[in-house]
């Protein structure tokens, strides 16, 4: 019918959109533990490819929609999820997480030696964090610190039981274990027996003594000294590693010297 037709077009820009990002849940666990995320975003652009990159808040990273991190210290972190599309919109959302303290868990075996023996006390410390630890010995069972090393040598200069206690601190929290220490005595050693003189007449007044007496858990003065002439005299005492004595009759005599402490 001779009617003409006509059309307009117009250019119509659509912008990018970021995409939308939904903050992971708070979580509260205990140090060394390894935690899960997974990732909500969503975006109005139904082509888009979405990258997802994670931020724990202790200085690790992760990537992709599900992340798993472990927390090695106590203490508050803040969990960032960023998620951008492929033209380069990025949007943000975080979450708590709570890192509980555990304290570390002490094991001390009994010790046990000779009096005046070197004995190196160790202990197991376990702790699920990334803990440093301080240690605190009790050497001498009064209740204060003798030692801050990791395994200190201590001496016992006498025989018995003795306590000993070890408290380790993580920084936070602290754990305290107890055992006992077991020494057995030493008996003394004795040196060669002098005479002077060496060959003495009867009626005569020798002198006797011990060359060397050691103990290491007394000196030689604390020790008991028991002489025997080989006569039926005997002469004893506190410290006495020097006797006199005068055989009456001619004859060879056999000295015993007996060190008791």
């Known amino acids: 019918d001779g009617a003409l037709a006509v059309s307009a077009a117009a250019s119509v820009a659509i912008e990018n959109a970021p995409p939308i990002v939904q903050a992971p849940g708070d979580r509260t666990l205990s140090e060394g533990e390894t935690v899960t995320f997974t990732g909500q975003a969503s975006d109005p652009g139904a082509d888009d490819v979405l990258s997802y990159t994670w931020q724990f808040g202790d200085g690790g990273t992760g990537a992709g929609v599900t992340a798993s991190h472990r927390y090695g210290s106590d203490g508050v972190y803040t969990a960032t999820l960023t998620v951008t599309d492929d033209d380069g919109a990025s949007n943000s959302a975080s979450g708590s997480v709570v890192v509980n303290n555990v304290a570390p868990a002490v094991t001390l075996q009994p010790a046990g030696g000779l009096e005046g023996e070197s004995l190196v006390m160790r202990a197991q410390v376990v702790d699920p964090g990334d803990d440093t630890f301080t240690y605190a010995w009790d050497l001498t069972g009064n209740g204060q610190t003798d030692s801050t090393e990791v395994s200190p040598v201590v001496r016992f200069l006498s025989p018995g039981t003795f306590p000993i206690g070890l ?47 050691s103990e290491p858990g007394a000196t030689p003065a604390e020790l008991t000294y028991s002489w025997t002439f080989g006569d039926g005299a005997v002469d004893q005492g506190v410290g006495l590693r020097n006797a006199s004595h005068a055989w009456v009759s001619d004859g060879t005599y056999t000295v015993t010297l007996s060190v008791a402490d």
């Open 167 to 213: 408290s380790v601190n993580d920084g936070t929290a602290t754990t305290t274990a107890p055992t006992t220490a077991t020494i057995v005595n030493v008996p003394p050693e004795v040196g060669a027996l002098s005479i002077n003189p060496p060959s003495p007449v009867e009626g005569q007044v020798a002198t006797l003594s011990v060359t060397s007496v």
